[in-house]
T-cell receptor
Framework: SQTIHQWPATLVQPVGSPLSLECTVE??????LYWYRQAAGRGLQLLFY??????ISSEVPQNLSASRPQDRQFILSSKKLLLSDSGFYLCAWSVVNEKLFFGSGTQLSVL | DQQVKQNSPSLSVQEGRISILNCDYTNSMFDYFLWYKKYPAEGPTFLIS?????DKNEDGRFTVFLNKSAKHLSLHIVPSQPGDSAVYFCAASVNNAGNMLTFGGGTRLMVKP
């Protein structure tokens, strides 16, 4: 069966520090991968998605970037965090046109 | 422009009664709709979906109704249980795909014992 791992579960970072969140998927090949963010009191916003290694599409301009160095690995990064980057970050996967399966999320607090 | 809206940020229901969560959308190209359930500090989990060729889909205690002319869908939970207390997200996509989703803002459901 397929599983998705996302870490860390919580993270507190100072403003201006770098960020790296990692997500891996097991049990499937060539999944579509996604990064979503839920800001406090708001819905889920798609940040990035990837249909293959090295292929990243950005949905909104922001202080973040994503990379897919391996088929089942998706990384969310920032060189310098802003206060507005605080939120609950979710990694998700799907096969083509099928529903999303989410990871357990990372609560990021930028202070 | 928010294409999927859940106008009720919260809903409180007594255990055993019906919970009705509403969702409105503006993009007429949407043809596939999903509901996700999210507990605190966890990722959302898929609950139920409906294609635009249907107006109702039922799965146990959960039923989703779609009114295409009104661009409105609703999730009915009958009977409601305390374990149903969570945030419910409505989502929509085009081309009958379950992956490129536009989410609503969520509704927090509280089921009181």
């Amino acid at each position: 069966s397929q599983t998705i791992h996302q870490w860390p579960a919580t993270l507190v970072q100072p403003v201006g520090s770098p960020l790296s969140l990692e997500c891996t998927v097991e049990g499937t090949s060539n999944p579509n991968l996604y990064w979503y963010r839920q800001a406090a009191g708001r819905g889920l916003q798609l940040l990035f998605y990837s249909v293959g290694i090295g292929q990243i599409s950005s949905e909104v301009p922001q202080n973040l970037s994503a990379s897919r160095p391996q088929d089942r690995q998706f990384i969310l990064s920032s060189k310098k965090l802003l206060l507005s980057d605080s939120g609950f970050y979710l990694c998700a996967w799907s096969v083509v046109n099928e529903k999303l399966f989410f990871g357990s999320g990372t609560q990021l607090s930028v202070l | 422009d928010q294409q999927v809206k859940q106008n009720s940020p919260s809903l409180s229901v007594q255990e055993g009664r019906i919970s009705i969560l509403n969702c409105d959308y503006t993009n007429s190209m949407f043809d596939y709709f999903l509901w996700y359930k999210k507990y605190p500090a966890e990722g959302p989990t898929f609950l139920i979906s409906i294609s635009s060729i249907k107006d109702k889909n039922e799965d146990g205690r959960f039923t989703v109704f779609l009114n295409k002319s009104a661009k409105h869908l609703s999730l009915h939970i009958v009977p409601s249980q305390p374990g149903d207390s969570a945030v419910y997200f409505c989502a929509a996509s085009v081309n009958n795909a379950g992956n490129m989703l536009t989410f609503g803002g969520g509704t927090r459901l509280m089921v009181k014992p």
